[in-house]
């Protein structure tokens, strides 16, 4: 699978909601939107995470980058690692609930 990480402003985050739910190839892939401060960004920016097919982010680059950046590269492999960390914690976690 294929990942980006983009940064998009506060300010244009209903805008970037509306691309997201807007677009099916888009709304099919995995998304996570987190705010950037607790991660380590700005406190008036956010961070989008998509995952999925090779065209699927290609698509993704056409479209969200309307509102949003793509995180320079070195940042955006740090963040990704954070993003997997949690994910695999999230699942931890549902394991636990769901064990005897």
């Not at 990942?3 to 691309?19: A, F, G, M």
């Amino acid at each position: 699978m294929t990942w980006r990480i983009y940064v998009v402003p506060t300010s244009k985050r209903s805008e970037l909601e509306e691309v997201l739910t807007k677009d099916d190839l888009i709304w099919r892939q995995t998304r996570i939107l987190r705010d950037a401060a607790p991660l380590g960004g700005a406190a008036d920016e956010a961070y989008l995470y998509m995952e999925g097919s090779d065209s699927a982010m290609a698509h993704a680059d056409e479209l969200v980058t309307k509102v949003a950046k793509k995180v320079e590269p070195a940042v955006a492999e740090k963040l990704h690692t954070q993003f997997k960390e949690e994910e695999e914690k999230s699942a931890q976690g549902m394991g636990l609930m769901f064990s005897d």
